[in-house]
């Protein structure tokens, strides 16, 4: 709440000196915000990281959980909890794609879902970098064309992720380089 207020987003943040890696960041931070304990997650993987607007590197870890946890928020860290079925972040009822040029100039697309959650009879708008993790889970999971445009080879998935992240961070590399 304190650094993104009103934005949805994954549960996560910064590492600590006490975290061995980003896995145990993501555990760490999802015991901290949500109340979900480390035990109660079968972690898969780690996806090609993002650059978030700040500049930051984000590394999403990917787990599963079982279907009976209930999130125990932290009031000082999430205002809601709420859960989105994964296949939404293809065939969404509620999509706008936004263009925008990222910090390192290109021009690229930035998601924009909507989602109505009955639970909390309210609608959530899920953009940016967290939706971009969660069309690229989505993409993997389910392995079919998305309903909308994406910026990647959706027969090279994971090598055109990895490219799209190696131009983009090398990019803004180059130019705090030239910024000493």
Same mark, same amino acid.
């Not at 500049?55 to 809601?80: C, K, M, R, Y």
């Given at each position: @709440?304190?650094? #993104?207020? %009103?934005? $949805? +987003?994954?549960?996560?943040?910064? #590492? =600590?000196? #006490?975290?061995?890696? =980003? &896995?145990?960041?993501? @555990?760490?931070?999802?015991?901290? /915000?949500?109340?979900?304990?480390? /035990? !109660? $997650? /079968?972690? &898969? +993987?780690?996806?090609?990281? %993002?650059?978030? !607007?700040?500049?930051? @590197?984000?590394?999403?870890?990917?787990?599963? &959980? =079982?279907?009976?946890?209930?999130?125990?928020?932290?009031?000082?860290?999430?205002? =809601?909890?709420?859960?989105?079925?994964?296949?939404?972040? &293809? !065939?969404? @009822?509620?999509y706008k794609a936004l263009s925008y040029k990222t910090s390192s100039g290109s021009l690229t697309l930035m998601h924009c879902f909507i989602y109505y959650d009955q639970e909390h009879k309210k609608s959530f708008k899920i953009w940016g970098l967290t939706a971009h993790f969660a069309v690229f889970l989505a993409l993997v999971v389910f392995g079919e064309r998305p309903t909308f445009e994406v910026d990647y080879d959706l027969d090279n998935l994971i090598s055109s992720s990895e490219n799209y992240f190696n131009n983009l961070y090398a990019s803004i590399y180059e130019r705090k380089k030239s910024n000493l």
């Amino acid at each position: @709440l304190r650094r #993104s207020p %009103g934005q $949805v +987003c994954f549960p996560g943040g910064k #590492s =600590e000196a #006490s975290d061995k890696d =980003e &896995i145990d960041t993501a @555990l760490r931070e999802a015991k901290e /915000e949500v109340g979900l304990q480390p /035990e !109660k $997650v /079968e972690v &898969i +993987c780690r996806l090609v990281p %993002g650059i978030d !607007k700040m500049n930051h @590197l984000v590394t999403p870890v990917v787990g599963f &959980i =079982e279907d009976a946890f209930q999130a125990t928020p932290n009031p000082d860290e999430v205002s =809601e909890v709420f859960f989105v079925p994964l296949e939404y972040f &293809i !065939k969404p @009822l509620k999509y706008k794609a936004l263009s925008y040029k990222t910090s390192s100039g290109s021009l690229t697309l930035m998601h924009c879902f909507i989602y109505y959650d009955q639970e909390h009879k309210k609608s959530f708008k899920i953009w940016g970098l967290t939706a971009h993790f969660a069309v690229f889970l989505a993409l993997v999971v389910f392995g079919e064309r998305p309903t909308f445009e994406v910026d990647y080879d959706l027969d090279n998935l994971i090598s055109s992720s990895e490219n799209y992240f190696n131009n983009l961070y090398a990019s803004i590399y180059e130019r705090k380089k030239s910024n000493l």
